[in-house]
């Protein structure tokens, strides 16, 4: 069993930057892939990035690429997704998820590839 946590949400001017953070705890962190989602007011819950154990691979929605990073540090447990050039379309519910399985980054692009998750965090754009 692992336990999620988001952190770093908030309110933001369009153009503007936020990180989120997703703390792990319960089992050894770096055998798990993780993964970011969101859920915008209205809408199904989209994937946006994911990384594999290592941070090796990582995987984005087109959307976001050139303007998010996923990435990780296994010594604290934290999965860590900045996201610059922010847009009000970005403004959701963001979600961290974890496996523990080791393929690529790309295999977690869809929510059925997760077993854990954590309860979110609002992200706001305002424009």
């Known amino acids: 069993q692992v336990q999620l946590v988001e952190s770093g949400g908030g309110l933001v001017q369009a153009g503007g930057s936020l990180r989120l953070s997703c703390a792990a705890s319960?089992?050894?962190?770096?055998?798990?892939?993780m993964g970011w989602f969101r859920q915008a007011p209205g809408k199904e819950r989209e994937f946006v990035a994911a990384i594999n154990w290592s941070g090796s691979s990582t995987y984005y929605v087109d959307s976001v690429k050139g303007r998010f990073t996923i990435s990780r540090d296994n010594a604290k447990n934290t999965m860590y997704l900045q996201m610059n050039s922010l847009k009000p379309e970005d403004t959701a519910v963001y979600y961290c998820?974890?496996?523990?399985?080791?393929?690529?980054?790309?295999?977690?692009?869809?929510?059925?590839?997760?077993?854990?998750w954590g309860q979110g965090t609002q992200v706001t754009v305002s424009s």
């Open positions: 998820a974890a496996d523990q399985t080791v393929y690529s980054a790309s295999y977690y692009s869809s929510e059925d590839r997760y077993e854990y």
């Open positions: 319960g089992r050894i962190f770096s055998r798990y892939s």
